[in-house]
């Protein structure tokens, strides 16, 4: 018989309350260590009210399968306030990630032509290659510079200056000289307000930003004054093509980028272009450049596995003559490490969809429109799901045990991330370059935390030390 949706257990019938205790446990910063909490107490579904954002919760993969069985035509995340009201705020169109219904279709299946069919990759992979070249130059250079044969340091400024160079050569086919010494200031105020824009979405899931923007708080006036800066800077790079295009007669003999793609293709308005040109640029960025630095983290701390991925690489580079993208079908165990990162330090904590109608999970009816969300972060770590989840292993990718719905690190469906493929090439190959060229080693047994500021950060600065091979 199945249970009602009424019984469902939980903490769901006083937001208000539950949001009090979430901010005294510090629930801002520790959304995934609370959910893990909640899995353990109340088991493999819980209702929760924090505020006024309403969810049940899911943990097992094969419930995440009912979940997006149950997707419908037009799948529906949870609604980004904080990121709509922005723009209604400065009356900007909404791009791909805040687009519903049958414009968010429309305008997809036009973007995932050009930004995540397997035909683009090889338009991709040689721009991402010069980056990822310039990168380990770069780095070789810094080594060089200290006098001691290596290089002991922070990378996250590199590595969001590598994302943010990677992602712009791609979307404009231009390089904008992130890898040089002297960096346009624009260009790190740009990285500088993604960072303040994700660290002030996150109390505005439970606060309404309408109310914030209202009492004239300090998030929202941060808030928007992050997404100012991504929109002037984005818009400042579009206007730059743009112009070009205009200039320029007849098709381009090399690939031009996306955004120059997406305008000759003529099929979405300017308005549309520009809003999905700057959420792609603005995604771009700390998003892969974490996950390298998380898998960073985990190769200095497995040196033999570092040594496994190497040999695989330079078999790889044998076999493949030095082309990039016959490389990259022939790592699957450098797949298998980026796969075991987001397991273990996920970009998103969970997965959510308002379902398209009524489901029956762990024997309880949840109706049509409920927020469901599947617990990313607690999945990863759950020990019946991954055998000895606490162990970082990319060879379980490669073994034939069950993969089902187990692999979510990016979404699923046609609502999944639509950068997913550059993520992926990027990533690739910067691992190639860095195993390539130097050993990671990292000091003692520093272990490293999470924090959720709406994308999973290390808590604290890794420190990792470089050596040339
Ligand atoms: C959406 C993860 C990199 C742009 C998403 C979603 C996840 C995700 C989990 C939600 C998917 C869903 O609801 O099913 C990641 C991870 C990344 C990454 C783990 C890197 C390690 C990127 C990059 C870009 C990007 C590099 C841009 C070039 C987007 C966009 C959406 C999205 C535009 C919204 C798509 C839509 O609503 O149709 N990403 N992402 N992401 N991501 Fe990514
Ligand atoms: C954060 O409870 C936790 O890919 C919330 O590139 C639920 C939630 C909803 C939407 C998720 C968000 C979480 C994490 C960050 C995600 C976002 C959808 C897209 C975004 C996963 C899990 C991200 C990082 C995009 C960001 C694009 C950029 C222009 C803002």
């Known amino acids: 018989i199945v249970r009602p949706f009424s019984e469902i257990p939980g903490l769901w019938k006083n937001g208000v309350a539950n949001l009090y205790n979430f901010w005294k446990l510090d629930g801002f910063k520790n959304l995934h260590r609370i959910m893990l909490q909640n899995f353990n107490t109340f088991g493999p579904i819980y209702r929760e009210k924090v505020g006024y954002y309403e969810s049940v919760n899911i943990i097992n993969p094969e419930d995440a399968a009912i979940l997006f069985k149950a997707e419908g035509h037009y799948p529906k995340r949870l609604n980004v306030e904080a990121w709509t009201s922005y723009r209604d705020y400065r009356n900007r169109k909404y791009g791909v990630l805040l687009k519903n219904g049958e414009d968010w279709r429309s305008n997809r299946v036009i973007l995932n032509k050009e930004v995540i069919s397997p035909k683009v990759m090889g338009n991709f992979v040689p721009l991402l290659d010069e980056v990822g070249l310039d990168f380990v130059a770069r780095i070789h250079k810094k080594i060089k510079r200290s006098g001691q044969n290596k290089w002991t340091t922070d990378l996250s400024q590199e590595l969001f200056k590598y994302a943010l160079e990677s992602v712009s050569s791609v979307l404009y086919g231009e390089r904008l000289g992130l890898m ?214 990319p060879s379980r990718w490669l073994r034939t045990e069950t993969h089902y719905f187990r692999s979510l690190g990016f979404g699923f469906g046609p609502r999944q991330c639509l950068g997913r493929r550059i993520a992926e090439a990027e990533m690739q190959i910067f691992l190639i370059h860095m195993l390539e060229n130097f050993r990671v080693e990292k000091q003692r047994h520093v272990e490293v935390q999470s924090t959720f500021e709406l994308i999973l950060l290390p808590e604290k600065p890794i420190i990792l030390t470089l050596k040339p091979l």
């Open 180 to 393: 040089l010494d002297y960096i346009d200031p624009e260009a790190q105020h740009f990285i500088d307000c993604i960072t303040v824009m994700f660290k002030t979405t996150s109390p505005m899931l439970y606060i309404p930003p309408a109310l914030l923007r209202k009492i004239g708080s300090k998030v929202w006036r941060d808030h928007v004054e992050a997404w100012d800066g991504i929109f002037n800077q984005a818009d400042r790079c579009i206007h730059n093509i743009y112009r070009q295009l205009r200039q320029e007669a007849g098709t381009p003999k090399t690939y031009p980028g996306v955004l120059a793609s997406l305008l000759m293709l003529d099929k979405l308005s300017i308005e549309d272009i520009k809003a999905s040109i700057t959420e792609l640029m603005a995604g771009g960025v700390d998003t892969t450049s974490i996950t390298l630095q998380w898998t960073l983290y985990e190769l200095a701390r497995h040196p033999s596995l570092q040594e496994e991925l190497r040999a695989e690489v330079a078999a790889a580079r044998a076999e493949s003559n030095g082309d990039m993208l016959e490389m990259l079908k022939r790592i699957p165990l450098v797949k298998g490490a980026l796969k075991e990162t987001l397991r273990l330090h996920p970009v998103a904590v969970s997965l959510q969809r308002y379902i398209a109608e009524d489901i029956i999970i762990q024997n309880y009816h949840i109706p049509a429109g409920t927020l469901v969300q599947l617990g990313l972060f607690a999945m990863g770590r759950d020990p019946k799901v991954f055998f000895r989840p606490e162990q970082y292993q």
